[in-house]
């Protein structure tokens, strides 16, 4: 199996979908990366249901940068995910895009630290549904659309 194919399936086990709290299906991160790509302008990044089983299957490879991206904004991981040459995290969350300074220096910040706080203990959905509020919060800001892509 090929490691972005690896990588793809491993997502997809192992991410629940935090509406459902099911496994993803091909439709429904099809239909998250139509909403991406609409949302961040790049048409490029919505990605069909087949394709999709494609890139799973293996019968299709070399995806592009925009597929990279849309995938990885469904899952919540970094591009290079799919793309480093070391093994696939565990999980997920061992993907983290945050650097260990971006962490100590985000601690500082007391507001930062509150929010986190506050955040704890929330369910999936819920903190999924900040993270959203949040991302609009810096594009109306001008800030970067997605901090934590690592893109």
């Given at each position: 199996?090929?490691?972005?194919?690896?990588?793809?399936?491993?997502?997809?086990?192992?991410?629940?979908?935090?509406?459902?709290?099911?496994?993803?299906?091909?439709?429904?991160?099809?239909?998250l990366?139509?909403?991406?790509?609409?949302?961040?302008?790049?048409?490029?990044?919505?990605?069909?249901?087949?394709?999709?089983?494609?890139?799973?299957?293996?019968?299709?490879?070399?995806?592009?940068?925009?597929?990279?991206?849309?995938?990885?904004?469904?899952?919540?991981?970094?591009?290079?995910?799919?793309?480093?040459d070391?093994?696939?995290?565990?999980?997920?969350?061992?993907?983290?895009?945050?650097?260990?300074?971006?962490?100590?220096?985000?601690?500082?910040?007391?507001?930062?630290?509150n929010?986190?706080?506050?955040?704890?203990?929330?369910?999936?959905?819920?903190?999924?549904?900040?993270?959203?509020?949040?991302?609009?919060?810096?594009?109306?800001?001008?800030?970067?659309?997605?901090?934590?892509?690592?893109?």
């Amino acid at each position: 199996m090929g490691d972005f194919q690896h990588r793809l399936n491993h997502l997809f086990e192992t991410v629940p979908n935090p509406k459902t709290g099911k496994r993803f299906t091909n439709t429904e991160v099809a239909d998250l990366t139509a909403a991406w790509a609409a949302e961040s302008g790049d048409q490029g990044g919505s990605i069909s249901a087949s394709l999709i089983q494609k890139l799973r299957s293996g019968t299709k490879g070399n995806p592009t940068t925009s597929t990279l991206k849309a995938l990885a904004a469904v899952f919540k991981v970094r591009a290079s995910f799919f793309i480093d040459d070391d093994e696939p995290p565990a999980s997920p969350e061992d993907d983290s895009p945050a650097s260990q300074q971006d962490l100590e220096r985000l601690i500082k910040d007391q507001d930062v630290r509150n929010l986190a706080l506050r955040a704890d203990g929330l369910s999936k959905e819920t903190l999924s549904t900040l993270a959203g509020f949040i991302e609009r919060a810096r594009s109306l800001e001008g800030l970067e659309n997605d901090k934590m892509s690592g893109s």
